[in-house]
């Protein structure tokens, strides 16, 4: 694959798609977790500190009411809290590794699961499972995976909740490392979908690997990779 077939996403950039500050810290971050020869415990550890401040980017776009309390001096606080319930789901394994954060920052947080794999034979991503809130339609959702390539397994999961009566405006998809190849794709069928990701890679390569890309996140991550 080459440079000029790399589709432009210039006009979601800011509007469907929210990239992190690319502060000196971050980079630094992604140094250590791309490095072919990082221990898996560093790479756990500051993977975990990306997706902290993705959790935190994606929390901005849920729903806020003003709410007054007051303070310890007798003071009142023209606040904001959540207006809607808010659940998470992780996208089976790779997912899973974002949801001990997401309870860090959201402790009594519902959190779905669903599991998707290309199928052998027809190379089309199949939903083998899904266990989801009862009343998943009436909240917002952070749908988590760490990696966003072709887009098959994104497009994928979010069908399964749009079935599930979740409308496409209540989704926050969360990733650490996308390409515009994936990011075209799921902006085109689901525009009202936020993106919140840390990275947008160059490209695709010819085996759908992202460059320079970080290897399978879910091997590296739970220690599969050997």
């Known amino acids: 694959m080459s440079n000029t077939t790399t589709p432009s996403i210039q006009e979601y950039l800011g509007k469907n ?10 980079r630094a971050l992604h140094t250590i977790i791309r490095d072919r020869t990082a221990r ?10 990306i997706i902290r401040q993705l959790l935190e980017a994606g929390l901005n776009f849920l729903p806020f009411e003003s709410w007054e309390v007051e ?7 023209d606040g904001l809290r959540f207006s809607s319930q808010i659940c998470g ?3 089976v394994r790779a997912g899973e590794s974002m949801e001990a954060e997401l309870r860090e920052v959201c402790p009594s947080i519902r959190i779905g699961k669903i599991l998707i794999q290309r199928d052998k034979v027809t190379k089309l991503p199949r939903l083998y499972y899904s266990s989801l809130p009862n009343d998943i339609a009436k909240r917002h959702v ?3 995976d760490p990696m966003l390539a072709t887009g098959g397994s994104a497009l994928a999961a979010i069908q399964v909740l749009l079935e599930r009566g979740v409308p496409e405006e209540n ?3 969360i990733n650490l490392i996308t390409v515009p190849e994936g990011i075209s794709a799921l902006c085109k069928r689901h525009p009202a979908v936020k993106i919140v990701t840390s990275s947008i890679e160059e490209r695709l390569n010819e085996n759908a690997y992202m460059l320079p890309g970080i290897g399978d996140f879910g ?8």
């Not at 303070?71 to 009142?76: A, D, F, L």
């Not at 590296?220 to 990779?225: E, L, N, S």
């Open 40 to 49: 898996r415990e560093d790479f756990v550890f500051y993977s975990r500190r």
């Open 219 to 226: 091997d590296r991550f739970f220690g599969t990779d050997t």
């Open 142 to 144: 952070l749908l988590m």
């Open 89 to 91: 789901v992780s996208v």
């Open 17 to 26: 798609v929210h990239l992190l500050p690319q502060t000196r810290q971050l």
């Open 171 to 173: 989704i926050v998809f």
């Open 71 to 77: 303070t310890p001096v007798g003071r009142k606080y």
